[in-house]
């Protein structure tokens, strides 16, 4: 049971250019997230998705694009990097379903991304 | 505009002492607060949660304490030990919503 996984462990890119992020879970979650850590900031939601097939943005979405490929995994995309978005990534998932009144989420190692 | 504070950056306390790591928050309509710890290049790992029902609880040496009144948390770790040296996230949920968190406590145990 290897959790939440991320691929790459980190990463660099030039500005303008475009990668996709990687992130599979295997614990049957319905609800899986993109984090960006930033110092000061804490997490901040990128993007997220309540259950299969669908996904719904978080507070900074602005140069991002996301696909929840199935169940297990959630992928997300940068189309044109810019040094704004150097940052770590996470991803998390969680049971979360609407009527629940917890939440716990289980969190990825992380993507270390420099864009320059 | 930050839902959920954690105003002290960092905290320095010595081992076998008492560790607390303090959260407000804004958002009267949180019902369900978390704590988080991250080790440098590993992702965060739940540590405990509460209720807004209750006002503690506590998991071997982690207590949290929740006084909605203040819209304030705590967590306190007794005794702190070297391996508790870590990031220290707080998180607040309003009932069907996503988790909200704060800046992180950096937390350094001296032995």
């Known amino acids: 049971n290897a959790g939440v996984t991320q691929t790459p462990k980190f990463q660099v890119l030039k500005t303008g250019q475009s990668m996709t992020l990687q992130c599979a879970q295997d614990m049957n979650h319905n609800s899986m997230y993109w984090y960006r850590q930033d110092p000061g900031m804490g997490l901040r939601l990128i993007y997220y998705?309540?259950?299969?097939?669908?996904?719904d943005k978080g507070e900074v979405p602005n140069g991002y694009n996301v696909s929840r490929l199935n169940k297990r995994e959630f992928s997300l995309r940068l189309e044109s990097a810019a040094p704004s978005q150097t940052s770590v990534y996470f991803c998390?998932?969680?049971?979360?379903?609407?009527?629940?009144?917890?939440?716990?989420?289980?969190f990825g190692p992380g993507t270390r991304l420099t864009v320059l | 505009d930050q839902q959920v504070k954690q105003n002290s950056p960092s905290l320095s306390v010595q081992e076998g002492r008492i560790s607390i790591l303090n959260c407000d928050y804004t958002?009267?309509?949180?019902?369900?607060f978390l704590w988080y710890k991250k080790y440098p290049a590993e992702g965060p790992t739940f540590l405990i949660s509460i209720s807004s029902i209750k006002d503690k609880n506590e998991d071997g040496r982690f207590t949290v304490f929740l006084n909605k009144s203040a819209k304030h948390l705590s967590l306190h770790i007794v005794p702190s030990q070297p391996g508790d040296s870590a990031v220290y996230f707080c998180?607040?949920?309003?009932?069907?919503?996503?988790?909200?968190f704060g800046a992180g406590t950096i937390l350094r145990v001296k032995s």
């Open positions: 958002n009267s309509m949180f019902d369900y």
């Open positions: 998705s309540a259950s299969e097939g669908t996904t």
């Open positions: 998180a607040a949920m309003e009932y069907g919503n996503k988790l909200v």
């Open positions: 998390a998932s969680s049971a979360f379903s609407s009527g629940r009144t917890t939440d716990t989420q289980y």
